[in-house]
């Protein structure tokens, strides 16, 4: 089975978002490990996560199901059971409101010589229950750039009282470029937390 890895080397700062020294796991049993900004990697065919302490070189390993989320950076990676599954993934968290939750991972691609990269975006509610989700892919085709064209709506739609997320998300909203410029709002994930 093919490995994939995203390896997130996140050093920007961002006003929407925990200031970028906040870079920890918090584990199931509630404790917290302080780790390293600059060092993150997902294995999410082990379903592992790898990252370094601040004062050391050496990687280490936790996996899926021994914590809750990551905070690197400006980014928040929770591990999540949807609609009840017994099977735990990761996914990037986008924004959390008081009543849902907006997650997504990218799916590696069968053919491991093809660029194609692809999207799934979950709407969550308080329960981890999908309420609505998108599959997307980078292709140029028309039938990629229509479902493109669904992404602004569908989040807005679900979260419209969140100003911050809203503003981010219409900033790389635009059918220049085959609408391929909205994936940047996946590719450099930032968690935003609306008001709850």
Same mark, same amino acid.
């Given at each position: 089975m093919q490995k994939f890895y995203v390896l997130m080397l996140f050093l920007s700062m961002n006003s929407f978002s925990m200031p970028v020294s906040e870079s920890f796991i918090l584990t199931?049993?509630? /404790?917290? $490990?302080?780790?390293?900004?600059?060092?993150?990697?997902? =294995?999410?065919t082990e379903k592992i996560v790898f990252y370094k302490l601040p004062n050391s070189d050496v990687?280490? %390993?936790?996996?899926?199901? =021994?914590? !809750? @989320?990551?905070?690197?950076?400006?980014?928040?990676? %929770?591990?999540y059971k949807l609609?009840? /599954?017994?099977?735990?993934?990761? @996914?990037f968290v986008l924004s959390e409101t008081a009543?849902?939750?907006? *997650?997504?991972?990218t799916i590696p =691609?069968?053919?491991?010589?093809?660029?194609?990269?692809? @999207? *799934?975006?979950y709407v969550l509610d308080l329960n981890n229950n999908v309420l609505d989700s998108l599959q997307f892919d980078? +292709?140029? /085709?028309?039938?990629? $750039?229509?479902?493109?064209? !669904?992404?602004?709506p569908k989040i807005k739609f679900h979260f419209r009282d969140c100003q911050e997320l809203i503003t981010r998300i219409s900033s790389y909203d635009t059918a220049k470029n085959q609408? +391929?410029?909205i994936l940047d709002f996946f590719d450099s994930p930032v @968690?935003?937390?609306?008001?709850?």
């Open positions: 199931n049993n509630g /404790s917290k $490990i302080n780790i390293k900004t600059n060092f993150f990697r997902i =294995d999410t990687e280490n %390993k936790i996996k899926f199901k =021994d914590f !809750d @989320y990551v905070h690197i950076g400006t980014t928040k990676f %929770k591990t609609n009840s /599954s017994k099977e735990i993934n990761g @996914y009543s849902k939750t907006l *997650v997504f991972t =691609d069968e053919n491991e010589e093809s660029t194609k990269v692809n @999207y *799934v975006f980078n +292709l140029k /085709s028309s039938k990629s $750039i229509t479902a493109r064209e !669904d992404i602004f609408n +391929l410029d @968690y935003i937390e609306c008001q709850k």
